[in-house]
């Protein structure tokens, strides 16, 4: 199973960026897995952003990210997005999105804790100027 983020790149406080996570391989039934955003900022632990179950129907967000970040999948295209709007310097990151599942369970409690996910992205950096 392969993740792949895109979409980072530097952007003023303020801005908006949108991130998108292309997940394949073989047998990987793409409607059996949640998909989550973490990210990792220096000198910071991992942080778990956002997250959106395998029906696309229930959305789990960070306090950090709520209101500001909308997580979105396309089925169709075996895509998961992250679209952060009014950005911070304190969003400065590497972010990385993972596959849970398959078909997971109480995933209320688990999509924030990173060792409940199977697959990780190698990362895309977002840096926020002031």
């Known amino acids: 199973v392969q993740l792949v983020e895109s979409g980072g790149g530097l952007v003023q406080a303020g801005g908006s960026l949108k991130l998108s996570c292309a997940a394949s391989?073989?047998?990987?039934?793409?409607?059996?897995?949640?998909i989550g955003w973490f990210r990792k900022a220096p000198g910071k632990e991992r942080e778990g952003v956002a997250c959106?179950?395998?029906?696309?129907?229930?959305?789990y967000y960070a306090d950090s990210a709520t209101g500001r970040f909308t997580i979105s999948s396309d089925h169709a295209k075996n895509m998961v997005y992250l679209q952060m709007n009014s950005l911070n310097p304190e969003d400065t990151a590497v972010y990385y999105c993972?596959?849970?599942?398959?078909?997971?369970?109480?995933?209320?409690?688990?999509?924030?804790?990173?060792?409940?996910?199977?697959?990780w992205g190698q990362g895309t950096q977002v840096t926020v100027s002031s």
């Open positions: 391989g073989f047998g990987f039934v793409f409607d059996d897995w949640a």
């Open positions: 993972a596959a849970i599942g398959p078909r997971p369970i109480q995933l209320r409690r688990k999509w924030i804790q990173a060792d409940s996910y199977d697959y």
């Open positions: 959106i179950d395998n029906t696309d129907v229930i959305t």
